[in-house]
């Protein structure tokens, strides 16, 4: 008896993954354990194992975008069993050639008007009274890349002659080296199209909820850093000694961590109906990767020295890159921090990631004239800035946190206090 292969689950927030790429051939014989696709959902790529033995039928394709629990293939016992759920089609048939569009299959494909007519001898798919023979998913590619389905060369069916998925891809890849000559005189232009799925189209989802379902509100303040930088330089020199070179991000999130401690009211997540605050700081620490923004979260950061939390930031910011994370590791945060500070952005109204009810943003570091002991004298500032709630938060809370904030920055001996 065959068993469904269905989109995992991983993660409380995930409702549907894309299949980045099929490990294993159609009709291939895999043993439980065996890793049979990768699929990303809105933060990670993930391994989809085998729950037993068996022959594979793929029912879903790579790109494909499908909810959690929805079927992807099939796992069939038998050779014999595999070929009755391929509909008796060889396993090793290409997928193309599977494509659902003929009279029999698709009422409203295109040459159904003349089903008794027998196929064009030509190597066209274009018939005597106009109508392209191609399948279904072919003319839906066609359509959404704005197209005509009698430029695309055939090469689907028993002659060759119908219009199949994989012809209007190779036609648009072709497309896309031809750039389209423009009213000007001598300029081109050249179009990328580019489908957002996995990932990306997860965290856009996720962001434009955020906004749709928050009160969000930014506040800055601007912190005197010098003391901070000269610390930091000092822990930098004895790199050897700690095991890690320490970073001003470490720094930064240590304080953080530290704060939040004393403001039960943002270290928590909100669902609307009841705040939930918590003992121990969950803190997501976002990671830029070329795939998205990442936002992995250490575990009880309040109760880890500099040197521990320098070293967990670090690890999870390489798997981050590397697709590598846990679903352990990606969730259940309690505050965000996000630094742009490596880049020439001085403030920002960053987004909260739900269910989480504040984030904080640090910015570059810039040298400034500042009043110090009845005269100007050049300091180091950054700005600090908070996105938060103002459904749970009120400004009178904002205050004391940047007011706690500032004394931690600007007397970072407190932070390893």
Known sequence: MSTAIVMPKAGLTMVEGTIAQWKVSEGAFVKKGDVLMEYENEKNTIDCEALGDGYVHILAGEGETV?????????AESEEELAALAGGASAAAPAEETEK???RECPDCVHTANAASPVPASSTPVMADGHVRASGLAKKLAKEAGVRLADIAASGGPDGTRIIARDVRSYLEQAKAKPAETASAGVTDEITKTPWTGVRKTIARNMYN???TMAQCTASCEVDVTD??????KLVEQQEYLGCKITVNDLLCKAVAKLLVNHPLVNATFDGETLYSHKHVQLSVAVATENGLMVPVVKHADTLSLVELSRTIKDLGIRAKEK???????????????????????????????????IMGFGRTTKKPLYVDGQFVPRDTMTAYLTFDHRVVDGLEVGRIFRELQTLLEHPELILA
């Open 67 to 75: 909810p959690v629990g929805e079927v992807i293939g099939m796992l």
């Open 210 to 212: 955020s906004l749709q």
């Open 228 to 233: 901070l930088l000269i610390l930091r330089q």
């Open 324 to 358: 590598k994370l846990r679903a352990e590791e990606q969730g259940c945060g309690t505050f965000t921090v996000s630094n742009v500070g490596m880049f020439p952005i001085d403030f920002s109204t960053p987004i909260i990631n739900p269910p989480e009810v504040a």
């Open 101 to 103: 569009g003929c009279a």
